[in-house]
């Protein structure tokens, strides 16, 4: 095996089997313990705080060192170093800790996904392992010897000095299928490091369980995290090695019997007292089996009922699947608009039992796709919990003190636009940061808290998602955006709307920083990110007060796939409006429509105006005269505004799966995407907010 692919001992075993799954849980480990280190009091950290940072880069060593991922082993052990000091109190937290630990576990996940198969050069951690080891030796001084001297004594079994050899026994079960344990005397056989075992019951189990003589050098979490692969964790138990281990008559190393020791355990043992009550391998440092019945009755229920819900709980599936799904299930909505346009002209009465199929057909189809789309929703919180870390970072680079306040992390969004959102999510923070939040002494001579606050929220609104970027900073300067743009030769007359003068920010190469550095100040970021979210088929809304604070909120689709639309229309032209954004339907009457500026047209909706969008003129739809007169009015809303849709009919609401109109043909103006009608015809998505843009213009 490559190096990079870790060292996989001997032939018996294929330990690339388990890669996956070791860098899937590296990964969640590594993630937890960042976020537990951001989140660390290093005035008050308690002992489970830091327990639970320990267990990670725990869990993270043992699996590396199982399948020879030195480098990474060699990283996380003196992270391991240090933590461990920390969690006994033999060290104070500080904040440099915070900092080179934090820098570990980049190097960590540089270091795995090297593994991967990412390729690139060896990470060099020299110099963290230097730092790591200079903390972890820096609280060992005279001041903490008398700490240390009045440490409680360790366990019998942690007595021996590191690397000692020492002999444990190991007891497993009870397990359904006893045989299962004898793949841990082959990880012995595979990897010879590990030292010796041998089992002392001789492959006996007749109460369930299995017991073993380990010689090793390895400590007993090493041992347990490597078993785990193939016995659950709580079903195992190591200790000392005491006199009585045999178990079994006849058992290696069963010493002699003797009828005044008593510890033959099995029923007719010499010596056995009677009426022995029963004990379980976790209620006594030695170990002791009651009579078998007793055994069963009381250890699967500590060990069984654990580890059942967390095999069954979840299921790690491929997102190329679930993406393949989806599009089945597309095909599949497609076909059953094709049976129920056809089911339209059959006679219910005659064929009562085909009607009846179809609309169970058209239901079982809608859970259906409810169901497979919510595989592919995933919290807010994936992605918010990306920027704790890089604020903290780029707060400490600009001398700002920073907190990130998330709302609405449960809230869902397509995995697809999870993906595309987080960039442009990143550049809105990162504008928060250093464009928004003032430094502590600005804060503080204008009566602000020392540290400034950006608030990332995300909700749902109708059929769309809400996600706001929001800081209470200097927020944006009217007449320096205005001054700007015209350096820049762009039109900006003092007459425009506080609007206009917020979405000057996102002309490309427009920027109001006066010094130019590696955050920002070159003009280029805020023109992609409105570029990036309109392709989703988004917008984006500033508002801003000065001296307040700014908000950037981003409205989205919630998915990318399939949505409920609203089929119109024009002509002899079909078209699909998203149904969430369809606010009611009329009959056009003609005094309610007035004519405004010689061509511009506005109807009147309960005593208000709003501008009237006719497809027919926009898409040069070509029409029957004779239908004049006849027209629906339908009023949708988008991007904070209305506008009356003028159609001809409409013509039902169905579920359609949106294609992508620009991969398959080109960039259609006022148009979002395409979709397949039941009767084979292509129908246009309507870009609503398009539509309502060019209303205003």
Known sequence: MADTQGNNVGAGIDLSQFYQVFFEEAGENLATMEQMLLSLDLTSANDEELNAVFRCAHSVKGGAATFGFS??????????????????????????????????????????????????????????????????SGGAGAADAPKAAAAPAPAAAAVAAPNAERQLELTVGPLADPGVADNLLDLFKEIAELGQMEPLDAGHSADGMRRFKV?????DSDLLDLFTFHVPRESMKLGPLTPGYGFHKNAPGAPAEDKDAGYGFFDDAPGAPANLPPVTATETSAPAVAKADAVRAAAPARGADKSTPLESSTLRVSVDKVDQLINLVGELVITQAMLAQTGQNIDSAQHQQLTAGLADLQRNTRDLQEAVMSIRMIPMSVVFNRYPRMLRDLAGKLGK???LVTQGEATELDKGLVEKITDPLTHLVRNSCDHGIESTEDRMANGKPAHGTITLAASHQGGSILIEVRDDGRGLNRDKLITKARERGIDAPDSMSDAEV???IFAPGFSTADVVTDVSGRGVGMDVVKKNIAALNGSVEIDSAEGYGMSVKVRLPLTLAIMDGMSIGVGAECYILPLSSVVESFQVE???????????????????????????????????????????????EAEGGRVAVLVDELLGQQQVVVKNLESNYRKVANVSGATIMGDGRVALILDVGALVRLSRH
Do not use: C
């Not at 080179?100 to 110099?127: F, I, N, S, Y």
């Not at 010689?215 to 400590?219: A, D, F, H, L, Q």
């Not at 009237?612 to 040069?620: A, N, P, T, Y």
């Open 590 to 636: 003609a005094d309610t429509v007035k004519t405004v500026g010689g061509a511009n047209r506005v109807v009147r909706v309960r005593e208000e105006y709003m501008p009237v969008i006719d497809l027919e003129g926009v898409f040069e739809v070509p029409r029957d005269k004779a239908a004049d007169g006849n027209g629906i009015m339908v009023i949708v």
């Open 401 to 403: 003190k920073v907190e």
């Open 502 to 504: 917020w979405n000057l």
């Open 71 to 136: 480098d990474v082993a060699e990283l996380t052990h003196q992270m391991e170093t240090l933590l461990d000091k920390l969690r006994r109190h033999e060290l104070e937290p500080h904040p440099s800790m915070v900092d080179v630990l934090l820098a570990a576990g980049d190097a960590l996940k540089a270091q795995l996904a090297r593994h991967q198969g990412a390729g690139g050069e060896p990470v060099d951690t020299a110099q963290l392992l230097a730092d790591i080891g200079r903390l972890a």
């Open 215 to 219: 010689v090793t050098k390895s400590s």
